[in-house]
């Protein structure tokens, strides 16, 4: 990446200081004993090669305040507001400020990343590229990924979160075959960047894989993507109920479910009791839709103190192992 400014690395310190990495978070973190002249060439190296002035700070005056970053690929969902209510709720106490940044797929925009000297960042996206994520990591900053889809090409330390997706829409799909749903449809994102899903995105996959299993071999009338627009997919659900007689939707989130739902009640059918409707986020959507929407609920609460918990791991020089949350099928009035 030709574009961005190499910035010095905890490896890069402990090359120069001639200690470990760990003994670099040590003295970072003023966390852990280390010997007064290991401490000054940790320190002399860090100055030398300009490694995060805000981590120096924290090793000669103590920790104060901490800058998180969460990078996502919509910021105005409830579900990240939501989940950044929560992170705020135990961060702030523990001298972390939490601050949110939509995706921008740019050298630059990991160039300024870098520059604001964050101590950690949480990313949430389909859509920014790995190698802008590998950049981040191979700088040294911490950072925890939210396995909204695969990521198998990064290495280095880094943390990984699984909020339950994949489980959360093979549970929908096994919801729909007893309640002997004949025609289920995956309907897939919206987008004008032609941004769409495959197996590689947990529910496109959770999708796919779980009516495998169940000896259907999912066709292209399964699933409804591609569309570019809401009209779009107005559009594809209004054919698929007249003309393919599909009988249960499985939507990506709550937004397009309702649109789901709307398009299945203009073309005259009844919900349930023709076409079930399910969607992913338990939303205010949700709720107050009428009828009201059956949806998947993340456990945000305890992914939001596993964010914070893997953070501090990463800054204190650990290698956190991976946490898994499990979703809930949450049933109202469209199944």
Do not use: W
Not at 249 to 258: E, S, V
Request: glycine residues 4%; aromatic residues 8%.
């Amino acid at each position: 990446m030709n574009g961005i400014q190499h910035t010095a690395t905890r490896k890069d310190v402990a090359r120069e200081a001639g200690v470990s990495e760990t003994i670099v978070s040590y003295v970072l973190n003023n966390n852990r004993p280390v010997s007064a002249e290991k401490r000054q060439r940790v320190l002399d190296a860090v100055r030398k090669l300009n490694y995060r002035p805000n981590a120096i700070a924290r090793a000669l005056k103590g920790k104060g305040n901490s800058h998180i970053l969460f990078i996502a690929d919509n910021i105005a969902t409830e579900y990240f507001a939501r989940l950044i209510q929560e992170l705020n709720a135990i961060a702030y106490d523990r001298g972390y400020i939490v601050s949110l940044m939509e995706t921008v797929n740019s050298e630059e925009f990991v160039s300024r990343i870098l520059s604001r000297q964050v101590d950690g960042v949480v990313i949430s996206s389909t859509a920014l590229n790995d190698s802008y994520i590998q950049a981040l990591i191979d700088s040294g900053l911490p950072t925890v990924l939210l396995m909204v889809r695969d990521y198998e090409a990064l290495t280095g330390r880094f943390a990984r979160i699984y909020t339950g997706i994949e489980e959360g829409i093979a549970a929908a799909v096994d919801y729909m075959l007893k309640e002997n749903r004949q025609e289920i449809v995956y309907v897939d994102r919206v987008s004008a960047n032609h941004h769409f899903s495959d197996l590689r995105d947990p529910r496109y996959r959770g999708f796919t894989q779980q009516m495998n299993k169940a000896g259907i071999t999912p066709l292209y009338r399964n699933y409804i993507t591609g569309c570019r627009n809401m009209d779009d997919l107005y559009a594809a659900v209004t054919e698929y109920v007249t003309e393919l007689d599909a009988d249960s939707f499985i939507c990506r989130n709550d937004r397009i479910a309702c649109t789901v739902l709307r398009a299945v009640r203009d073309s005259g059918r009844q919900v349930p009791r023709d076409v079930a409707v399910i969607g992913f986020d338990d939303s205010e959507l949700a709720r107050f839709s009428s009828p009201q929407l059956s949806s998947i609920r993340h456990d945000q609460k305890h992914i939001a103190a596993a964010i914070l918990s893997q953070l501090e791991a990463l800054i204190a020089g650990k290698s956190p192992k991976d946490k898994r949350y499990n979703t809930k099928l949450i049933l109202r009035e469209t199944t």
